[in-house]
Nanobody, 125 residues
Framework: QVQLVESGGGLVQAGGSLRLSCAAAGRALSNYNMGWFRQAPGKEREFVAGINWSGGSTDYADSVKGRFTISRDNAKNTVYLQMNSLKPEDTGAYFC??????????????????WGQGTQVTVSS
């Protein structure tokens, strides 16, 4: 079992940047494909970005392509989400998640096995 803790959220103006981190404990992160999801108030949680276990493959939601970058450092047991050119519609709670299903990057939250508590991102206009 792996425990996930997100950090790096905060309040930023539109056009600004934030870098989220997801630190893992309990098992080596290289055992998992990882994903970032977000949930805006009153909306369902949605896929943002995913990365395979080695870092060699990534996937993004259309809404963040070209602005967000997911990466990982397995030696540090940490996954990152670099968010640039932030927009007010990026506001929400951001969650990292881990899945043992490593055949491809999954966008369905139901396919992920472990979740962090989330970190809040607020983008002001």
């Amino acid at each position: 079992q792996v425990q996930l803790v997100e950090s790096g959220g905060g309040l930023v103006q539109a056009g600004g940047s934030l870098r989220l981190s997801c630190a893992a404990a309990g098992r080596a992160l290289s055992n998992y494909n990882m994903g970032w999801f977000r949930q805006a108030p009153g909306k369902e949680r949605e896929f943002v970005a995913g990365i395979n276990w080695s870092g060699g493959s990534t996937d993004y939601a259309d809404s963040v392509k070209g602005r967000f970058t997911i990466s990982r450092d397995n030696a540090k047991n940490t996954v990152y989400l670099q968010m640039n050119s932030l927009k007010p519609e990026d506001t929400g709670a951001y969650f990292c998640a881990a899945t043992t299903k490593r055949f491809w990057i999954l966008t369905d939250e139901g396919m992920y096995d472990y979740w962090g508590q989330g970190t809040q991102v607020t983008v002001s206009s």
